[in-house]
């Protein structure tokens, strides 16, 4: 503001010394759509509201626990049991809904997750439905924060309907330009069949062709390792009777003794009172019966099943924090995970890689000595040359909304040329420091981005009358390795 002087004395002028910056916009805030036990603050509902948390005690605060629910045991003679009792096998089962958003929640904050934006979109007891799945996505409209995007418990839906969800995620990111879409494959725990039955075949098929480059799938789930046998007792199983005949069995098998083998009888014959859970009651039962600890460990099996955006997501966060967008999320080991459900070879993950459609599915695998890892990098447009990669698109949604909202202070300035070399000179100083950190490729700051502003370059001088700024920014982002050929040859001795 001009200083008006009219009287006489001493006037100061403060001027800017530095050009104004842009500050980088956040990269890894994840919204996880699903199911919870509650859904509410202090009284107020937050169902179909975005919530921030910032660790698994603030969700369970707002949100509750896990879903946990009731097993069904029956004798089996076909394969692997979940426990063996003399010459009978057993295997647990439950036709109860699985809800996975609590537990993928686990892999997420054990991968290195922080800050999220939750959407319950309903309680557990509720059917799994993709529509209200899909309300829960649009709610996201108006949060401008989140920049990834998951809905885990989409895969308990038929295939079809998962199809649709994940269609809605894609084009959703798409809308908003600076959202990505991590999505799980329905079935993902089938190992490939390459017939009309091929979990991957199918996933691809249903899937569509909108908003590809926008999200990147991953195959297959998970055996994982947040969820422990501490969890569980006799209360989540639906017959008190079967459990007393199975544990007596046992006892009956492996006591010779007659009075620890009655004495072992008889407390497992509380069982057929106990209204509720009794602690002291379970504590007896763990240390007197192997087939009850094997129950627990088999519960806690079957709900470490879990699909894998939860861990990767963790996983992007804890990348994006320690080394950058811009480093590929791939040959990176993946934390509370014993193993990939389904063992892939090389073979298998050439398909999921390299396939004519160009729906490109990263691949989780196990490699001896290293654990489980994350052994893909690419998003679901795996033909384009443009959006292939996964740190390639990310890093360009992360530039693109950094200078956008820091750009946005110009709106209404003088369109002259002070005003452009401020923009330019902002804009370059952001791109200088992603190239120093070698989020940019290029031996010189001119190899490796241009920014072009101004008359006679990005905008005519209608343009300038229409009160139109014209900014070009040119980037050259870094690509992944993705493949390191090696030649080898003999020579001649010397």
């Known amino acids: 503001m001009a200083i008006r002087i009219a009287t006489p004395g001493v006037y100061i002028q403060e001027k800017n010394a530095f050009g104004s910056s842009i500050v980088a916009s956040p990269t890894a805030i994840p919204a996880f759509v699903g199911y919870t036990e509650k859904a509410d603050k202090n009284g107020k509902p937050l169902q179909n509201v975005p919530t921030v948390i910032d660790s698994l005690d603030a969700f369970e605060k707002f949100y509750g626990r896990a879903w946990v629910p009731t097993y069904g045991i029956t004798e089996t003679s076909e394969g692997e049991s979940d426990l063996k009792v003399g010459e009978k096998k057993y295997e647990l089962f439950t036709a109860e809904e699985r809800y996975f958003l609590y537990d993928s929640l686990r892999l997420f904050f054990t991968n290195g997750g922080g800050k999220a934006y939750i959407v319950s979109v309903g309680t557990y007891g509720d059917e799994i439905d993709s529509d209200k799945i899909i309300r829960g996505i649009r709610t996201l409209n108006t949060a401008t924060e989140p920049t990834l995007l998951a809905c885990p418990d989409a895969v308990a839906l038929s295939a079809q309907a998962c199809a649709g969800v994940q269609q ?3 084009q959703h990111c798409e809308s908003s330009d600076n959202r990505f879409a991590v999505l799980d494959v329905q079935d993902g725990l089938s190992a490939r069949s390459y017939d009309e039955e091929d979990a991957i075949d199918n996933f691809r098929n249903n899937l569509g062709k909108v908003g590809l480059k926008h999200g990147a799938a991953y195959y297959p789930w998970l055996n994982a390792s947040v969820v422990s046998d501490k969890e569980f007792s006799y209360v989540h199983f639906d017959s008190a009777e079967q459990l007393v005949q199975i544990l007596t069995e046992e006892a009956e098998l492996m006591y010779d003794n007659d009075r620890k083998k009655q004495e072992a009888v008889a407390e497992i014959q509380k069982l057929n009172e106990a209204s509720g ?52 999320p791939a040959n ?28 490109s599915v990263n691949a989780i695998r196990a490699f001896a000595g290293e654990g489980t890892i994350i052994w893909g990098a690419r998003t679901l447009d795996g033909n384009s040359q443009d959006w292939r990669y996964i740190n390639v698109r990310r890093t360009m949604s992360f530039i693109e909304n950094s200078v956008k909202g820091s750009v946005k202070s110009y709106v209404f300035q003088p369109n002259t040329p002070m005003t452009w070399v401020a923009v330019k000179g902002a804009i370059d100083a952001f791109l200088t420091t992603l190239w120093n950190q070698g989020a ?29 700024m014209k900014i070009s920014v040119k980037v050259a982002i870094s690509r992944p390795a993705e493949f390191i050929v090696l030649t080898f040859q003999q020579q001649m001795q010397s």
């Open 277 to 328: 859970y009794d602690a002291d009651l379970h504590q007896t039962l763990k240390s007197i019966s192997p087939a009850y600890k094997s129950l627990m460990t088999g519960l806690a099996n079957k709900l470490n099943v879990l699909p894998p955006s939860g861990a990767i997501v963790g996983a992007y966060a804890r990348i994006d924090a320690v080394e950058g967008i811009w480093k590929a």
């Open 440 to 468: 940019l490729v290029g031996t010189s700051q001119n190899d490796a981005f241009v920014v072009d502003v101004g008359l006679g370059s990005t905008m005519t001088q209608t343009d300038i009358l229409d009160g139109m």
């Open 332 to 359: 990176e080991g993946l934390a509370g995970v014993a193993s990939p459900y389904v063992s892939l070879t090389n073979e298998d993950q050439e398909d999921l890689n390299l396939t004519v459609g160009g729906k």
């Open 168 to 170: 809605e995620m894609l």
